[in-house]
């Protein structure tokens, strides 16, 4: 099993649409976990930081499930500026991040 | 969060030959780490740069391939040798961020092909 898992989607959706992304992990220790945006030919940007239960930034809400092992990120009011690759990263200690293969949105007029 | 600046951004070198990356970031960082992201893949980490000391290489890199140097807080170059078209990549280096070390910021990426 891998250590971080992503559905790669594509996820086709209309702008105004609400889509939802999951993100699995292996490691039950794994304390910190994070959502990259990684625009095409460009380097991945941090989106959010999971610490704890979840994160909200305006449009953007992650989320944390211990018990399943599994972080989500739900965009509301998708844009066309939202279409890009969502990276998953797990923190796993010894300083090491761990990335998901991403998930590409793709958001329609 | 800092500056980060690589260069070269993009390269075409023929096989057998090696390149040299270099990362420059605009403060002082404590941790600077070397990625590759292979055409469609996601980002893997190929070793960690420690200042003042070896570099700490993840399975499956050795230092002959990737030799990397860190000479002070703010530097880091990592050098791709005797290529083959198989090290056709992207290459980044990250800082960890100076409160939350855990979280890390991506330089602009080196854009290799190998011929």
């Known amino acids: 099993r891998k250590e971080v898992e992503q559905d790669p989607g594509p996820f086709n959706v209309p702008e105004g649409a609400t889509v939802a992304f999951n993100c699995t992990y292996s490691?039950?220790?794994?304390?910190?976990f994070f959502w990259y945006r990684q625009d095409c030919r460009k380097e991945p940007k941090l989106l959010m930081s999971v610490y704890s239960s979840g994160n909200e930034d305006g449009r953007f809400t992650a989320q944390l499930n211990r018990a399943s092992q599994y972080i989500s990120l739900l965009i509301r009011d998708s844009k066309l500026s939202d279409s890009a690759t969502y990276l998953c990263a797990v923190f796993t200690g010894f300083q090491k991040l761990v990335f998901g293969t991403g998930t590409r949105l793709l958001v329609s007029p | 969060s800092a500056v980060i600046s690589q260069k070269p951004s993009r390269d075409i070198c023929q096989r057998g030959t090696s390149l040299t990356i270099q990362c420059q970031v605009d403060s002082q960082v404590t941790m600077m780490f070397w990625y590759r992201q292979q055409p469609g893949q996601s980002l893997t980490l190929i070793a960690t740069a420690n200042q003042g000391s070896e570099a700490t290489y993840e399975s499956g890199f050795v230092i002959d391939k990737f030799p990397i140097s860190r000479p002070n807080l703010t530097f880091s170059t990592l050098t791709v040798s005797n290529m083959s078209p198989e090290d056709s990549s992207i290459y980044l280096c990250?800082?960890?961020?100076?409160?939350?070390?855990?979280?890390?910021?991506f330089g602009p990426g080196t854009r290799l092909l190998v011929l």
């Open positions: 990250s800082v960890a961020g100076t409160g939350a070390t855990e979280t890390q910021y």
């Open positions: 490691n039950s220790a794994s304390q910190s």
